[in-house]
C-alpha cells in the first residue's frame, strides 16, 4: 500500500496521475500522465488508461480493458474482460491525430460493458445499462437499456441490480414493474425507463 491505495510492482503509473484511496491497480497495467482514477477501483492485469482518462470512484475493470483518452468513466462503472474503446473514427497511421480530433466516449454511472465488447467513440452509455458480452456499440445507449448484437441493437430494459426487466422496448401506454431480485420500481414512458425509487 502506497498513500493508501495500491499499485503491483510490475505496472507502470507516470507522473502527475490522480488515484483515490482504497483503488488496487494489479500486475502489468500503464497508467497515463494525467489520468485521474477515482477511490476503491479495481484494475485487472494489463489494463491500459490514456492520458486525461477520468475513472470515477467504484469502478472495476477485468483483465485486458484499455480505456484511452477522452474517455469517461462514472461511478460505478463495470468493464468485462477485453473490452474496447475507441476514440477515433477514422484512424490512419501515415495521417496521425492528436488530442483535439479524438472523440470522447462517456459510461453514465452504474453501467456495464461485457466481455470482449466494443464500443465506438463519440456515444454516451446510460446510467446502469448493459452491454451484452461481444455487443458493438454504434450509437447512445438509454438509461437502463440492455443492448446486444453486432452491430448492438436495444433488446430489452435492466433494473440497477442487473436483473432483467420484463418490459418491452416501447409501448403506447404507462407501463410500470418492480424488479423480483431487489424491489426497486420502474416506469416505461415514451419509450424511456425511469427508477421511482432513486435519483438515477
Known amino acids: 500500500m502506497t498513500d493508501n491505495?495500491?499499485?503491483?510492482?510490475?505496472?507502470?503509473?507516470?507522473?502527475?496521475?490522480?488515484?483515490g484511496a482504497g483503488t488496487k491497480i494489479w500486475h502489468f497495467c500503464h497508467v497515463s500522465s494525467?489520468?485521474?482514477?477515482?477511490?476503491?477501483?479495481?484494475?485487472?492485469?494489463?489494463?491500459?488508461?490514456?492520458?486525461?482518462?477520468?475513472?470515477?470512484?467504484?469502478?472495476?475493470l477485468q483483465n485486458n480493458v484499455s480505456v484511452y483518452t477522452r474517455v469517461t468513466l462514472e461511478e460505478g462503472v463495470f468493464c468485462g474482460p477485453s473490452c474496447v474503446f475507441t476514440n477515433d473514427l477514422?484512424?490512419?497511421?501515415?495521417?496521425?491525430?492528436?488530442?483535439?480530433?479524438?472523440?470522447?466516449?462517456l459510461c453514465r454511472r452504474g453501467s456495464t460493458v461485457g466481455a470482449n465488447a466494443t464500443v465506438i467513440c463519440g456515444i454516451t452509455l446510460g446510467g446502469h445499462s448493459m452491454v451484452g458480452a461481444g455487443a458493438v456499440v454504434t450509437r447512445d445507449v438509454p438509461d437502463f437499456g440492455l443492448v446486444t448484437g453486432v452491430p448492438a441493437r436495444l433488446v430489452g430494459w435492466?433494473?440497477?441490480?442487473?436483473?432483467?426487466?420484463?418490459?418491452?422496448?416501447?409501448?403506447?401506454?404507462i407501463l410500470t414493474e418492480t424488479c423480483a431480485a431487489c424491489g426497486l420500481r420502474y416506469e416505461l414512458r415514451d419509450g424511456a425507463?425511469?427508477?421511482l425509487d432513486t435519483s438515477d
Open 158 to 173: 435492466v433494473c440497477a441490480c442487473g436483473t432483467r426487466l420484463e418490459l418491452p422496448i416501447r409501448s403506447g401506454e
Open 90 to 105: 477514422t484512424p490512419r497511421s501515415l495521417f496521425p491525430k492528436g488530442p483535439a480530433d479524438w472523440i470522447p466516449t
Open 34 to 60: 494525467g489520468a485521474r482514477i477515482g477511490k476503491n477501483c479495481v484494475l485487472g492485469q494489463n489494463c491500459y488508461i490514456g492520458g486525461d482518462v477520468v475513472i470515477g470512484d467504484v469502478c472495476k
Open 193 to 195: 425507463l425511469t427508477c
Open 5 to 19: 491505495f495500491y499499485v503491483h510492482p510490475t505496472s507502470i503509473v507516470d507522473p502527475d496521475v490522480e488515484i
